[in-house]
């Protein structure tokens, strides 16, 4: 059972988004050589994810021919689904697959090689690796690529205000009034600053709110994106051709791409934040990354843009070549 695949690395996730963008991120910078899998996992063992129970083949159900040798030589997951098929990657491996978990699997971490989770988490440990926000692929390049995918973004005049609208997340709402404030805090910034805005909404953003959304920039020079109806996601080049960001406050990932572009980035909060992203927004804020809605700031700032040193990071503490 513990002969290795000639694929260097497998990215697991349970095919979230955000997660996917993650595990990605850092595999890609690790390896051009990767294999993609996604799990999820049949009850209960998706409960207690990524709790061992007896029978853990048969939690794959019609993934269970996802996860058989040859191994890999580095297994990279992303989320709590993911955590369980990492863990049971090594040991089925005999040890041979390196396992890296992205984000807290709130259960003791030795059960991986490594763990990488922002600061935020508070997991500590001889194997953890600590991040100040989410891994993303973004750096100049990305960019570019970004502006060239959506050229027509620089007929617009500017300043462009980019808007990145979150929503739900779990254990947390984004309750109608505290998305009617940022609505309007962002009318009123452009209104003051002139220019156009590029706008986009996320998936967990309520279906509820797309019409306010809709509503607030009605008439506005820009592009206010709200769904597949309106075309292809502009988000690539709303991150690279926007001269300021304005983002939702809901969002670990978006919250740490919009830092990625060098940009400013301002966010309103009107309600209570969940303790661990409050301790995220304040570290944002201690590193000058993250302004109140309505600051006078530089037009650049430092580029969050944390993948690469934490890739050389797992290649130090793993022995990679």
Known sequence: MSTLSHESCWVVTDGAAGNRRQALALAEALTPSIREIVVQLRAPWSWLAPRNLPGARMALGRY?????????????????????????????????????????????????????????????????????????????????????????????????????????????????????????????????????????????????????????????????????????????????????????????NMLSEACATGRPVHTLVSARLPEKLARFHAELRSAGLLHDIGAVTAERQTPLRETATIAAEVRRHLGLA
């Not at 040890?95 to 991986?112: F, T």
């Not at 462009?160 to 929503?167: A, E, K, M, S, W």
């Open 64 to 252: 269970q021919d996802s996860l058989l040798p040859p191994w890999p030589k580095l297994a990279i997951g992303c989320g709590r689904q993911a955590a369980w098929a990492t863990r049971q990657i090594r040991r089925w491996s005999g040890g041979a697959s390196l396992a890296v978990q992205i984000l807290d699997p709130r259960i003791d971490p030795a059960h991986w090689d490594l763990v990488v989770t922002p600061r935020h988490d508070g997991l500590h440990g001889d194997n953890v690796l600590h991040s100040l926000g989410s891994l993303h692929p973004i750096d100049d390049a990305w960019l570019a690529d970004g502006r060239d995918a959506f050229a027509q973004f620089a007929a617009l005049p500017g300043p462009r205000l980019g808007v990145l609208i979150g929503g739900d997340r779990h254990g947390s709402r984004l309750e109608p009034a505290t998305m009617d404030a940022f609505l309007a805090a962002t009318y009123a910034r452009h209104m003051a600053d002139g220019g156009s805005i590029l706008v986009a909404v996320s998936r967990r953003t309520p279906a509820s709110s797309l019409p306010r959304i809709r509503e607030a920039f009605a008439g506005l020079p820009g592009v206010v994106w709200t769904g597949s109806a309106d075309g292809a996601n502009p988000y690539p080049g709303i991150l690279g051709w926007a001269d300021r960001l304005l983002v939702t406050p809901d969002s670990v």
